[in-house]
């Protein structure tokens, strides 16, 4: 369920005839690959504020279908704005740039089309992105000590994104201060400078959005039946027209 709304979504997106058909007949594309190496999961652990947190390795980029890439970080943006608990409305993010390389790097038509997913289908659903170990470049288009990229950055975020973005290091004393007050240092993973051990497991990762999927449809009255779960997310086999599973944040 959760996986056709992320889909369907994309599709109503497209305004051409022939596109909005495409997009209907692949409706039920597995996009379950693109899990695989953990790219990009939810974690087991919250932050400080007790908001979701969405882990992305960048470095462990799998596939080079930019559509694929898309539904499935949708999927799990819902995903995450189901497990918010009461009175929360954000989530957090924390990216990991360890073997982060120009080979692994998405394409800048499908990093384009990410931001504006969220910012204009999920505004104020991100409070914060903590960029781990990026290279320092990145943080100098960030901050446009380089004026000459300054439109390059505005391309392709708006101010009040830019602020989210936390730039941090290991080793670095102000990173790790910074990093403790967001996060208990107990239950963040060694990856990004905590004491825990990140262990990501497809397959019982795939059951965990499979249980989230039958929570989903019940709570919206569909009458769900999982396909066979074969190492990946499952799709249902009959699914009505999607509704939003939250509103906005305010």
Same mark, same amino acid.
């Given at each position: ?15 051409? $005839?022939?596109?909005? @058909? $495409? ?7 597995e996009i379950a690959h693109e899990g695989e190496t953990g790219k990009v999961s939810r974690a087991d652990f919250h $932050? ?20 694929? *890439? ?45 931001? /504006?997913?969220?910012? *204009?289908? /999920? ?8 960029? /781990? ?13 380089? +004026? ?9 975020? $708006? +101010? ?8 941090? /290091?290991?080793? *670095? ?38 249980? @989230? ?9 569909f009458d769900y039946k999982p396909c066979h779960l074969n190492n990946g997310y499952s799709g249902p086999e009959n ?7 939250? +509103?906005?944040?305010?």
């Amino acid at each position: 369920c959760t996986l056709l709304i992320a889909i369907m979504f994309l599709r109503r997106r497209r305004t051409q $005839d022939h596109q909005d @058909d $495409d997009m209907h007949r692949g409706a039920k594309h597995e996009i379950a690959h693109e899990g695989e190496t953990g790219k990009v999961s939810r974690a087991d652990f919250h $932050d400080r504020l007790e908001r979701p947190v969405l882990i992305m390795r960048p470095g462990m980029q799998n596939t080079t279908v930019g559509e694929d *890439n898309i539904r499935h970080l949708v999927y799990l943006i819902e995903n995450a704005i189901l497990n918010l608990p009461e009175g929360q409305e954000q989530m957090s993010w924390l990216i990991d740039f360890t073997g982060w390389t120009v080979s692994t790097n998405v394409s800048i038509k499908t990093s384009r089309e990410v931001v /504006y997913i969220l910012q *204009n289908h /999920y505004p104020e659903r991100l409070a914060l992105a903590f960029l /781990y170990n990026p290279p320092r470049i990145f943080e100098a288009f960030w901050k446009v000590r380089i +004026p000459q990229f300054a439109p390059v950055v505005k391309y392709f975020l $708006d +101010p009040k994104t830019l602020e989210k973005v936390k730039f941090v /290091y290991p080793k *670095n004393k102000a990173c790790v201060e910074l990093m403790s007050s967001y996060f208990d240092v107990e239950n963040l993973p060694s990856e990004f400078g905590g004491k825990a051990t990140l262990k990501y497991d497809h397959k019982e990762f795939s059951r965990m959005m499979l249980q @989230d999927e039958v929570k989903t449809a019940s709570y919206w009255g569909f009458d769900y039946k999982p396909c066979h779960l074969n190492n990946g997310y499952s799709g249902p086999e009959n699914v009505p027209e999607p509704i939003p599973l939250a +509103p906005p944040a305010s």
